[in-house]
Protein backbone atom coordinates (compact mmCIF):
# COMPACT_ATOMS: atom_id res chain seq x y z
CA UNK A 1 0.00 0.00 0.00
CA UNK A 2 1.31 3.69 -0.54
CA UNK A 3 2.51 5.62 2.02
CA UNK A 4 0.72 8.81 3.03
CA UNK A 5 2.17 12.58 1.61
CA UNK A 6 5.10 13.27 3.41
CA UNK A 7 3.73 16.70 4.13
CA UNK A 8 0.58 15.19 5.76
CA UNK A 9 2.49 12.61 7.68
CA UNK A 10 4.70 15.51 9.55
CA UNK A 11 1.30 17.06 9.75
CA UNK A 12 0.00 14.23 11.94
CA UNK A 13 3.41 14.13 13.85
CA UNK A 14 4.32 17.84 14.98
CA UNK A 15 0.24 17.77 16.26
CA UNK A 16 0.67 14.64 18.00
CA UNK A 17 0.62 15.69 21.70
CA UNK A 18 -2.19 17.51 21.34
CA UNK A 19 -3.95 14.35 19.13
CA UNK A 20 -3.29 11.89 21.38
CA UNK A 21 -4.48 14.24 24.58
CA UNK A 22 -7.78 15.15 22.72
CA UNK A 23 -8.51 12.46 19.65
CA UNK A 24 -11.85 10.81 21.05
CA UNK A 25 -10.94 7.13 19.60
CA UNK A 26 -14.48 5.31 20.10
CA UNK A 27 -16.29 2.65 18.20
CA UNK A 28 -18.16 5.28 16.29
CA UNK A 29 -14.71 6.64 15.02
CA UNK A 30 -13.31 3.47 14.21
CA UNK A 31 -16.55 2.37 13.08
CA UNK A 32 -16.41 5.15 10.16
CA UNK A 33 -12.69 4.61 9.53
CA UNK A 34 -13.30 0.72 8.74
CA UNK A 35 -15.95 1.67 6.40
CA UNK A 36 -13.85 3.81 4.44
CA UNK A 37 -11.52 0.81 4.40
CA UNK A 38 -8.99 3.30 6.22
CA UNK A 39 -8.39 0.51 8.27
CA UNK A 40 -9.15 -3.53 8.77
CA UNK A 41 -10.99 -5.87 11.13
CA UNK A 42 -7.54 -6.70 12.76
CA UNK A 43 -6.12 -2.99 12.99
CA UNK A 44 -9.40 -2.07 15.18
CA UNK A 45 -9.04 -4.94 17.69
CA UNK A 46 -5.46 -3.37 17.87
CA UNK A 47 -6.38 -0.19 18.29
CA UNK A 48 -9.24 -1.24 21.09
CA UNK A 49 -6.82 -3.36 22.33
CA UNK A 50 -5.37 -0.41 24.24
CA UNK A 51 -7.11 0.21 27.87
CA UNK A 52 -6.75 3.80 27.86
CA UNK A 53 -7.73 6.55 25.94
CA UNK A 54 -4.32 8.17 25.11
CA UNK A 55 -2.96 4.62 24.38
CA UNK A 56 -5.89 4.27 21.63
CA UNK A 57 -5.33 7.75 20.25
CA UNK A 58 -1.36 7.00 19.54
CA UNK A 59 -2.06 3.49 18.48
CA UNK A 60 -4.15 5.05 15.74
CA UNK A 61 -1.48 7.34 14.83
CA UNK A 62 1.13 4.92 14.53
CA UNK A 63 -1.24 2.88 11.48
CA UNK A 64 -2.61 5.81 9.87
CA UNK A 65 0.64 7.00 8.03
CA UNK A 66 1.20 3.44 6.34
CA UNK A 67 -2.66 3.47 5.23
CA UNK A 68 -2.17 5.09 1.48
CA UNK A 69 -2.03 8.49 -0.30
CA UNK A 70 -6.25 9.28 1.04
CA UNK A 71 -5.97 8.20 4.65
CA UNK A 72 -5.05 11.94 5.87
CA UNK A 73 -8.55 13.49 3.83
CA UNK A 74 -10.40 10.68 5.26
CA UNK A 75 -9.61 10.71 8.94
CA UNK A 76 -10.07 14.51 8.11
CA UNK A 77 -13.66 13.09 7.15
CA UNK A 78 -14.36 10.84 9.97
CA UNK A 79 -13.21 13.41 12.48
CA UNK A 80 -15.93 16.06 11.22
CA UNK A 81 -18.54 13.22 11.25
CA UNK A 82 -18.31 12.56 15.37
CA UNK A 83 -18.16 15.97 16.03
CA UNK A 84 -14.12 17.12 16.57
CA UNK A 85 -14.05 19.95 14.27
CA UNK A 86 -11.48 21.34 16.68
CA UNK A 87 -9.13 19.14 15.53
CA UNK A 88 -9.68 18.92 12.02
CA UNK A 89 -9.02 22.76 12.36
CA UNK A 90 -5.89 22.00 14.34
CA UNK A 91 -4.88 19.71 11.33
CA UNK A 92 -6.07 21.78 8.40
CA UNK A 93 -4.75 25.19 9.25
CA UNK A 94 -0.73 23.74 8.94
CA UNK A 95 0.59 24.51 5.45
CA UNK A 96 0.44 21.78 2.91
CA UNK A 97 -1.87 19.53 4.75
CA UNK A 98 -5.00 20.97 3.02
CA UNK A 99 -7.62 23.07 2.96
CA UNK A 100 -10.64 23.70 5.35
CA UNK A 101 -12.27 26.02 3.45
CA UNK A 102 -16.00 24.29 3.76
CA UNK A 103 -16.03 24.56 8.32
CA UNK A 104 -17.14 27.64 9.80
CA UNK A 105 -14.25 28.48 12.47
CA UNK A 106 -17.06 29.88 15.06
CA UNK A 107 -18.84 26.75 14.55
CA UNK A 108 -15.71 24.58 15.45
CA UNK A 109 -14.79 27.28 18.41
CA UNK A 110 -18.52 26.27 19.60
CA UNK A 111 -17.92 22.82 18.96
CA UNK A 112 -14.52 23.09 21.44
CA UNK A 113 -16.29 24.55 24.07
CA UNK A 114 -19.22 22.10 24.32
CA UNK A 115 -17.12 19.32 24.37
CA UNK A 116 -14.97 20.53 27.47
CA UNK A 117 -18.44 21.15 29.18
CA UNK A 118 -19.71 17.41 28.22
CA UNK A 119 -15.90 16.35 29.71
CA UNK A 120 -16.52 18.38 32.62
CA UNK A 121 -20.55 16.49 32.93
CA UNK A 122 -18.86 12.99 32.16
CA UNK A 123 -20.82 12.64 29.19
CA UNK A 124 -17.30 11.19 27.08
CA UNK A 125 -14.55 10.27 27.38
CA UNK A 126 -11.50 12.45 27.21
CA UNK A 127 -8.13 13.37 28.76
CA UNK A 128 -8.02 16.50 30.49
CA UNK A 129 -9.31 19.45 29.73
CA UNK A 130 -8.57 22.30 32.01
CA UNK A 131 -5.32 22.84 30.47
CA UNK A 132 -5.44 23.83 26.93
CA UNK A 133 -2.28 23.94 25.72
CA UNK A 134 -2.85 25.26 22.43
CA UNK A 135 -0.56 25.04 19.99
CA UNK A 136 -0.19 28.97 18.24
CA UNK A 137 0.06 28.22 13.98
CA UNK A 138 3.30 30.04 12.60
CA UNK A 139 2.77 33.25 10.18
CA UNK A 140 3.68 32.25 6.51
CA UNK A 141 7.08 33.89 5.73
CA UNK A 142 5.12 35.31 2.31
CA UNK A 143 2.22 36.79 4.35
CA UNK A 144 5.04 38.55 7.04
CA UNK A 145 7.05 39.85 4.23
CA UNK A 146 3.91 41.53 2.92
CA UNK A 147 3.22 42.82 6.08
CA UNK A 148 5.99 44.43 6.50
CA UNK A 149 5.59 46.34 3.09
CA UNK A 150 2.13 47.66 4.46
CA UNK A 151 2.12 51.58 6.08
CA UNK A 152 -0.71 50.90 7.76
CA UNK A 153 0.64 47.87 10.22
CA UNK A 154 2.10 48.37 13.60
CA UNK A 155 6.08 47.08 13.03
CA UNK A 156 7.13 45.14 15.30
CA UNK A 157 11.40 45.34 15.70
CA UNK A 158 12.16 41.76 16.21
CA UNK A 159 15.14 43.54 17.97
CA UNK A 160 12.77 44.46 20.45
CA UNK A 161 10.90 42.70 22.74
CA UNK A 162 7.59 42.42 23.85
CA UNK A 163 6.15 42.95 27.20
CA UNK A 164 3.50 41.35 29.74
CA UNK A 165 1.95 41.37 32.33
CA UNK A 166 -0.90 38.75 33.84
CA UNK A 167 -2.48 39.25 37.19
CA UNK A 168 -4.98 36.69 38.18
CA UNK A 169 -6.84 37.21 41.87
CA UNK A 170 -8.55 33.67 42.77
CA UNK A 171 -8.74 34.14 46.58
CA UNK A 172 -9.87 37.28 48.33
CA UNK A 173 -10.62 38.28 51.94
CA UNK A 174 -14.26 38.47 51.86
CA UNK A 175 -15.34 37.70 47.93
CA UNK A 176 -15.93 34.46 47.46
CA UNK A 177 -13.16 32.35 45.37
CA UNK A 178 -13.03 32.73 41.46
CA UNK A 179 -12.60 28.99 41.46
CA UNK A 180 -11.21 27.82 37.49
CA UNK A 181 -9.14 30.93 37.64
CA UNK A 182 -6.16 29.19 37.54
CA UNK A 183 -6.49 27.59 34.27
CA UNK A 184 -6.96 31.32 32.61
CA UNK A 185 -3.84 32.41 34.02
CA UNK A 186 -2.11 29.39 33.11
CA UNK A 187 -3.74 29.36 29.31
CA UNK A 188 -3.34 32.59 28.83
CA UNK A 189 0.68 32.65 29.86
CA UNK A 190 1.51 29.92 27.74
CA UNK A 191 -0.24 31.83 24.57
CA UNK A 192 1.83 34.56 25.20
CA UNK A 193 4.91 32.70 25.78
CA UNK A 194 4.29 31.23 22.19
CA UNK A 195 3.89 34.82 20.61
CA UNK A 196 7.43 35.40 22.32
CA UNK A 197 6.26 38.16 25.21
CA UNK A 198 8.63 38.72 27.96
CA UNK A 199 6.48 37.47 30.63
CA UNK A 200 5.28 38.64 34.14
CA UNK A 201 3.05 37.02 36.14
CA UNK A 202 1.33 37.52 39.37
CA UNK A 203 -1.46 35.98 42.03
CA UNK A 204 -3.64 37.18 44.92
CA UNK A 205 -2.90 40.92 44.96
CA UNK A 206 -4.27 43.53 46.67
CA UNK A 207 -4.83 47.15 45.22
CA UNK A 208 -1.46 48.41 46.72
CA UNK A 209 -0.17 45.42 44.98
CA UNK A 210 -1.72 45.49 41.52
CA UNK A 211 -0.18 49.05 41.42
CA UNK A 212 3.34 48.65 42.34
CA UNK A 213 3.06 45.65 39.67
CA UNK A 214 1.77 48.01 37.13
CA UNK A 215 4.53 50.94 38.14
CA UNK A 216 7.38 48.33 37.61
CA UNK A 217 5.86 47.04 34.14
CA UNK A 218 5.86 50.85 33.45
CA UNK A 219 9.23 51.57 34.15
CA UNK A 220 10.62 48.56 32.03
CA UNK A 221 9.07 49.90 29.32
CA UNK A 222 10.34 53.19 29.62
CA UNK A 223 14.02 51.63 29.21
CA UNK A 224 12.79 51.69 25.31
CA UNK A 225 13.51 48.21 24.57
CA UNK A 226 10.21 47.08 23.80
CA UNK A 227 7.69 47.37 21.04
CA UNK A 228 4.43 46.11 22.15
CA UNK A 229 2.31 45.97 26.41
CA UNK A 230 0.07 43.50 27.01
CA UNK A 231 -1.59 43.98 30.25
CA UNK A 232 -4.33 41.12 31.38
CA UNK A 233 -6.26 41.04 35.10
CA UNK A 234 -8.59 38.97 36.12
CA UNK A 235 -10.69 39.47 39.13
CA UNK A 236 -13.94 40.43 40.56
CA UNK A 237 -15.06 43.51 39.52
CA UNK A 238 -18.10 45.84 38.92
CA UNK A 239 -18.98 49.03 36.31
CA UNK A 240 -15.56 50.65 35.58
CA UNK A 241 -13.77 48.54 38.38
CA UNK A 242 -11.78 45.66 39.22
CA UNK A 243 -10.66 44.66 42.75
CA UNK A 244 -7.86 43.46 44.75
CA UNK A 245 -8.06 40.80 47.08
CA UNK A 246 -8.93 43.57 49.84
CA UNK A 247 -12.21 44.32 48.11
CA UNK A 248 -10.62 48.08 47.34
CA UNK A 249 -10.99 48.84 43.70
CA UNK A 250 -9.60 50.01 40.21
CA UNK A 251 -10.37 52.43 38.16
CA UNK A 252 -9.80 50.55 34.96
CA UNK A 253 -9.27 54.00 32.92
CA UNK A 254 -7.51 56.14 35.55
CA UNK A 255 -5.87 53.42 37.98
CA UNK A 256 -4.96 51.10 34.95
CA UNK A 257 -4.60 52.60 31.13
CA UNK A 258 -3.68 56.20 32.58
CA UNK A 259 -0.13 55.21 34.29
CA UNK A 260 0.76 54.00 30.31
CA UNK A 261 -0.46 57.01 28.50
CA UNK A 262 1.47 59.16 26.38
CA UNK A 263 2.55 62.00 29.43
CA UNK A 264 3.23 58.73 31.63
CA UNK A 265 5.22 56.44 29.27
CA UNK A 266 6.85 58.76 26.76
CA UNK A 267 8.79 55.69 25.03
CA UNK A 268 5.79 53.51 24.65
CA UNK A 269 4.51 56.69 22.31
CA UNK A 270 2.82 55.53 18.86
CA UNK A 271 3.71 51.76 20.12
CA UNK A 272 -0.02 49.87 20.64
CA UNK A 273 -0.60 49.07 24.35
CA UNK A 274 -3.15 46.14 24.83
CA UNK A 275 -5.37 45.50 28.01
CA UNK A 276 -7.59 42.40 28.85
CA UNK A 277 -10.07 42.87 31.84
CA UNK A 278 -11.44 39.45 32.87
CA UNK A 279 -14.31 40.82 35.65
CA UNK A 280 -17.99 41.79 35.55
CA UNK A 281 -19.15 44.78 34.94
CA UNK A 282 -22.64 45.02 36.58
CA UNK A 283 -24.13 48.15 38.01
CA UNK A 284 -24.65 46.66 41.31
CA UNK A 285 -24.35 42.80 43.23
CA UNK A 286 -24.61 40.55 46.13
CA UNK A 287 -20.54 40.38 46.71
CA UNK A 288 -21.55 36.81 48.49
CA UNK A 289 -22.86 35.64 45.19
CA UNK A 290 -21.47 31.93 44.13
CA UNK A 291 -22.93 31.42 40.81
CA UNK A 292 -20.14 31.55 38.56
CA UNK A 293 -19.18 35.06 37.93
CA UNK A 294 -16.98 37.68 38.85
CA UNK A 295 -19.43 40.74 39.79
CA UNK A 296 -19.21 42.48 42.90
CA UNK A 297 -20.79 46.01 44.19
CA UNK A 298 -20.33 48.88 42.04
CA UNK A 299 -18.49 52.36 42.09
CA UNK A 300 -18.46 55.10 39.89
CA UNK A 301 -16.41 55.61 36.87
CA UNK A 302 -13.72 58.41 36.32
CA UNK A 303 -10.23 58.26 34.10
CA UNK A 304 -11.89 58.44 30.57
CA UNK A 305 -9.33 61.41 29.87
CA UNK A 306 -6.81 58.39 28.71
CA UNK A 307 -8.73 57.81 25.29
CA UNK A 308 -7.27 61.46 24.29
CA UNK A 309 -4.00 59.09 23.48
CA UNK A 310 -3.33 57.17 20.88
CA UNK A 311 -2.79 53.60 20.28
CA UNK A 312 -4.53 51.90 23.37
CA UNK A 313 -6.86 48.71 22.97
CA UNK A 314 -9.22 47.47 25.65
CA UNK A 315 -11.61 44.67 25.40
CA UNK A 316 -13.19 43.72 28.43
CA UNK A 317 -14.99 40.23 29.29
CA UNK A 318 -18.34 41.83 29.03
CA UNK A 319 -20.34 45.22 28.13
CA UNK A 320 -21.28 47.60 30.82
CA UNK A 321 -24.35 45.92 33.46
CA UNK A 322 -23.64 42.67 32.44
CA UNK A 323 -21.58 39.34 34.34
CA UNK A 324 -18.66 37.42 33.11
CA UNK A 325 -19.37 33.65 33.21
CA UNK A 326 -16.38 31.56 34.49
CA UNK A 327 -16.63 27.91 34.91
CA UNK A 328 -15.34 26.86 38.00
CA UNK A 329 -13.38 23.80 37.22
CA UNK A 330 -12.29 25.12 33.26
CA UNK A 331 -12.14 28.27 33.64
CA UNK A 332 -13.56 31.62 32.28
CA UNK A 333 -15.52 31.87 28.71
CA UNK A 334 -13.71 35.48 27.39
CA UNK A 335 -9.85 34.28 28.19
CA UNK A 336 -10.33 30.62 27.27
CA UNK A 337 -12.54 32.03 23.90
CA UNK A 338 -9.52 33.62 23.79
CA UNK A 339 -6.68 31.73 24.01
CA UNK A 340 -8.84 29.48 21.38
CA UNK A 341 -9.18 32.25 18.75
CA UNK A 342 -5.16 33.74 18.98
CA UNK A 343 -3.75 30.19 18.89
CA UNK A 344 -5.35 29.40 15.60
CA UNK A 345 -6.03 32.75 13.64
CA UNK A 346 -3.32 35.29 14.96
CA UNK A 347 -1.29 33.86 12.17
CA UNK A 348 -3.58 35.87 9.67
CA UNK A 349 -5.88 38.06 11.64
CA UNK A 350 -5.02 41.72 13.32
CA UNK A 351 -6.08 42.41 16.75
CA UNK A 352 -9.42 44.08 15.96
CA UNK A 353 -10.45 40.90 13.48
CA UNK A 354 -9.20 38.50 16.55
CA UNK A 355 -11.60 40.82 19.13
CA UNK A 356 -14.52 39.99 16.74
CA UNK A 357 -14.07 36.60 16.56
CA UNK A 358 -14.01 36.47 20.00
CA UNK A 359 -17.25 38.53 20.66
CA UNK A 360 -18.95 36.41 18.07
CA UNK A 361 -17.87 33.07 19.52
CA UNK A 362 -18.85 34.21 23.42
CA UNK A 363 -22.25 35.34 21.73
CA UNK A 364 -23.33 32.28 20.08
CA UNK A 365 -21.85 29.54 22.47
CA UNK A 366 -23.32 31.15 25.48
CA UNK A 367 -26.68 31.70 24.04
CA UNK A 368 -26.79 28.03 23.18
CA UNK A 369 -26.00 27.53 26.93
CA UNK A 370 -28.77 30.00 27.45
CA UNK A 371 -26.82 32.50 29.27
CA UNK A 372 -25.79 36.51 27.74
CA UNK A 373 -22.29 38.15 27.71
CA UNK A 374 -20.75 39.80 24.70
CA UNK A 375 -17.37 41.00 25.37
CA UNK A 376 -16.78 44.85 24.98
CA UNK A 377 -13.58 46.26 23.33
CA UNK A 378 -12.68 49.86 22.91
CA UNK A 379 -9.07 51.33 21.24
CA UNK A 380 -7.24 54.46 19.51
CA UNK A 381 -4.65 51.96 17.40
CA UNK A 382 -3.49 54.07 14.74
CA UNK A 383 -3.17 51.00 12.64
CA UNK A 384 -3.29 47.26 12.14
CA UNK A 385 -1.66 44.96 15.25
CA UNK A 386 -0.12 41.65 14.26
CA UNK A 387 0.78 39.91 16.73
CA UNK A 388 3.04 37.84 14.93
CA UNK A 389 4.44 40.24 12.38
Known amino acids: MLQMDLKQKEVLMSNRL ?160 RAGSQNDIDNFSYLLEQLHFTLIRREDLDVVGIKQQLEDARIKLQSGLYDVFVCCIMSHGAKGVVYGIDQNELNINYDILTGFSDQNCPEMVGKPKLFFIQACQTASENPKSEDGTDACPAVSDKGKAVWSNSDFFLAVATAEGYKAWRHPELGSCFIRTIVYVFSYRACKDHINDLLAQVCNILSRFLANEKFSQVAERKDTLSKKLYLMS
Not at 124 to 131: F, G, N, R, S, T
Not at 151 to 165: G, M, N, T, W
Open 18 to 177: NLVRDLIVNDELLSILRTNNLITEELQEKVQANPTAQGRASCLLDILPRRGKRAFSRFIKALNETQQKHLTTLLCSNEGAMECTDLDFTDLACDYWKKALDVMKNEIECPDMHLMKMKVLPMAEDFRSKLRLQSDVYRLDPERKKLAIIINNKYFYKFPE
